[in-house]
């Protein structure tokens, strides 16, 4: 049973998520603040955390990385009333995979979440790619430059994978979003740019070019086979 992690401190809302997700059939546990979460995200081992950015006693930015470093492959959807797009931007930089600005409809939530667990758990045809010094072990979730591993989130992988399987083509932020995240994603896009962002400096702290990933603006971006 996939488990999930709802990190929010109003008890109203914490109950009411917990309720709906119990009834989809997931396994819950609550957290209403940020060290809860810390502990739960250690005991309870969630495939994805729902946390709420305005918690009483841990920034929820703080909150994201620590849960991104103790769990490496789970999803994390950020919830959060702040409508500011550098904070949300800093949430996803922190290791979110996707986030949902409240007041938000609880049917949205669910089919995000449905999204976000069938992407991870699609199986991988082929055993690895490889593109120059990129090398892609698809069934270990591994990438690696020159034989160095390159730490990657989840989402991280599955756009690096994409972008390399069809290196040297054009691929639009469109075919991005329906392979990475979900066909009938209506979701922002923001979440796109920063992981495009994350995977050049993740990739240019191995030696590789920043550049490898090019933008076409209006259309999407490109793995290059030769700079």
Same mark, same amino acid.
């Given at each position: 049973?996939?488990?999930? %992690?709802?990190?929010?401190?109003?008890?109203?809302?914490?109950?009411?998520?917990?309720?709906?997700? /119990?009834?989809?059939? @997931?396994?819950?546990?609550?957290a209403a603040?940020?060290?809860?979460? !810390?502990?739960?995200?250690?005991?309870?081992?969630?495939? !994805?955390?729902?946390?709420?950015?305005?918690?009483?006693?841990?920034?929820?930015? &703080?909150? +994201?990385?620590?849960?991104?470093?103790? !769990?490496?492959?789970?999803?994390?959807?950020?919830?959060? /009333?702040?409508?500011?797009?550098?904070?949300?931007?800093? &949430?996803?930089?922190?290791?979110?995979?996707?986030?949902?600005?409240?007041?938000?409809?609880?049917?949205?939530?669910? /089919?995000?979440?449905?999204?976000? %667990?069938?992407?991870?758990?699609?199986?991988?045809?082929?055993?690895?790619?490889?593109? $120059? =010094? #990129? =090398?892609?072990? !698809?069934? &270990?979730?591994?990438? @690696?430059?020159?034989?160095?591993?390159?730490?990657?989130?989840?989402?991280?992988?599955?756009?690096?994978?994409?972008?390399? +399987?069809? /290196?040297?083509?054009?691929?639009?932020?469109?075919?991005?979003?329906?392979?990475?995240?979900?066909?009938?994603?209506? $979701?922002?896009?923001?979440?796109?740019?920063?992981?495009?962002?994350?995977l050049r400096?993740? #990739?240019?702290?191995?030696?590789?070019?920043?550049?490898?990933?090019?933008?076409?603006?209006?259309?999407?971006?490109?793995?290059?086979?030769?700079?």
């Open positions: 049973m996939t488990r999930v %992690l709802v990190v929010e401190d109003d008890p109203s809302i914490g109950a009411e998520l917990a309720e709906a997700l /119990a009834s989809g059939g @997931y396994q819950v546990s609550l603040t940020g060290g809860e979460a !810390l502990e739960q995200a250690r005991r309870f081992a969630p495939d !994805l955390v729902l946390l709420d950015l305005g918690l009483p006693d841990i920034d929820g930015v &703080a909150v +994201c990385r620590r849960l991104r470093t103790a !769990l490496p492959q789970a999803v994390i959807v950020v919830l959060t /009333a702040r409508t500011q797009e550098f904070e949300v931007v800093v &949430a996803l930089d922190a290791g979110a995979d996707d986030y949902l600005t409240k007041p938000f409809r609880l049917t949205e939530l669910l /089919a995000r979440i449905r999204a976000h %667990l069938r992407r991870q758990s699609a199986p991988q045809e082929e055993r690895s790619v490889s593109v $120059g =010094r #990129l =090398r892609l072990d !698809l069934l &270990a979730r591994r990438a @690696y430059v020159d034989g160095d591993e390159v730490m990657l989130r989840p989402k991280e992988f599955d756009l690096l994978v994409v972008l390399a +399987c069809r /290196a040297g083509e054009v691929v639009t932020r469109e075919e991005l979003m329906d392979e990475v995240w979900d066909l009938n994603w209506f $979701g922002p896009t923001k979440t796109l740019d920063v992981h495009v962002f994350a400096r993740k #990739l240019s702290e191995h030696g590789e070019d920043p550049q490898r990933i090019t933008t076409l603006r209006g259309r999407g971006y490109r793995y290059e086979t030769d700079l």
